[in-house]
Structure formats: C-alpha cells, structure tokens
C-alpha cells in the first residue's frame, strides 16, 4: 500500500509533556498537509510544505507547535508542552503539484489524547 | 462567516433511499471541489473531485457544482449501510489551504 501513513496511530500523554508525530505522504507527492479535527468538526488547516519549504501557517499554529520537513520526505509535527485543548485527531494529507486533480489524501491521522 | 457551510445532520435514511448532501461557501474565487467520506476514528477518503461549475458521475455518486450560486451538492444513489459515515465537502483555490465543511453524519439503515 503506497498511501499516505502515520505514526503513532495513538497517543496518551500527560499535560505539559511534548509529543512528535510522523507523516509519510504519498512517494510522488511534493506536497504535504497537516490537519487537526475535533469531534463533529471539519478538519482545520495547521500548515503545508512544498517539497522542504513550509509555505504556510495557520494563526491556529501556536509557537508550541513546530513542523518540519528536512528532505522534502516525511514531515514530523511536534506539540511542547501540551494541554489538555491539544486533545484531537492530526490528520496529514499529501498532494501533487501540477497534476490534473490536485487533491489530497489522508493518512489514518493521529488521535492525540492530553490527560 | 465560515468559508464553508454544511449541514452537520445527522441524516437517517432507509437503504435504497437516493441521499443529497450540499455545502454552501462564501469565496467565488474556489474553483476546485471535493467530497469525502470519513469512517469513524479514520482519515478522511477521497469520493468525488470537481473543477468549476458542472456534474461529475461515478457509480452511484454525482457531484454537481453550481459557482452562480456558490452551492455543491453529493446525491448517493440506491443508498447502502456500507455508506453510512461522515460526509466532507471541501474547496480551495490553487492547491494551497483547503477549507472543509464540518462534515454531514449519515446513516443508512437495512
């Protein structure tokens, strides 16, 4: 299967620690998405990278919150000190610039659980 | 205002009943648009992808998308339990921010 993954699929944590979550998107993807959904709601929009470039950032990205993607491959999602609000899912999507569709797909997420 | 309404539901329908889902927005300037479909605790899939205004058919999904109104639609044709899930519409413009709805629950029951 060559779609997009994540890991961990779960994750409990206690306030005030910090947690990294990994995404690998689609193999031709040059694009990468990070996403976070609560319960009964759409996803939200955190920040998106080309290739190695993260080109934006939603004011919903706290300064606790960090992504990066060192070669333009997988992407880590780090939250520092997290609180209980950080409790969702963290979707990763991934798309391909230039093609016809232009759409994204979406790994599994992570379900992140704040105690 | 949301740039993206949709009707969270919840829909109940009986198997075999045709579905219409809708979202609304707010930016002429979207010009792609897509449905998914989420399981629960699971990512969001992929159904449908619109460009602009117009129908798109596959199998027992249609998308239809009018820009005039600012209006889509998903009809699920000859419903089935399996169908059962949360509907997401979402939009953007060149590929960079998508913005979603916040997902219509339907339920089909045998």
């Known amino acids: 299967d060559t779609g997009v993954s994540q890991d961990p699929r779960h994750k409990i944590t206690k306030r005030g620690q910090n947690v990294t979550f990994r995404c690998d998107p689609i193999?031709?993807?040059?694009?990468l998405y990070w996403y976070r959904q609560t319960l009964g709601q759409g996803p939200e929009f955190l920040t998106y990278?080309?290739?190695?470039?993260?080109?934006?950032k939603s004011r919903l990205l706290s300064d606790r919150f960090s992504a990066e993607r060192p070669k333009g491959s997988f992407s880590t999602l780090e939250i520092q000190r997290t609180e209980q609000g950080d409790s969702a899912m963290y979707l990763c999507?991934?798309?391909?610039?230039?093609?016809?569709?232009?759409?994204?797909?979406f790994g599994p997420g992570t379900r992140l659980t704040v105690l | 205002q949301k740039e993206v309404e949709q009707d969270p539901g919840p829909l109940s329908v009986p198997e075999g009943a045709i579905v219409s889902l809708n979202c609304t927005y707010s930016?002429?300037?979207?010009?792609?648009f897509m449905w998914y479909r989420q399981y629960s605790r699971k990512g969001p899939e992929l159904l449908m992808y619109?460009?602009?205004?117009g129908n798109k058919e596959d199998g027992r999904f249609t998308a239809q998308v009018d820009k005039s109104s600012k209006y889509i639609s998903l009809f699920i044709r000859d419903s089935q339990p399996s169908d059962s899930a949360t509907y997401l519409c979402?939009?953007?413009?060149?590929?960079?921010?998508?913005?979603f709805g916040t997902g219509t629950s339907l339920t089909v029951i045998p």
């Open positions: 999507a991934s798309s391909r610039t230039g093609h016809s569709t232009d759409t994204q797909y």
């Open positions: 193999s031709e993807h040059n694009r």
């Open positions: 990278f080309q290739n190695e470039a993260q080109l934006e």
């Open positions: 930016n002429s300037a979207f010009q792609y």
């Open positions: 619109t460009y602009s205004s």
């Open positions: 979402a939009m953007h413009l060149t590929g960079n921010q998508f913005y």
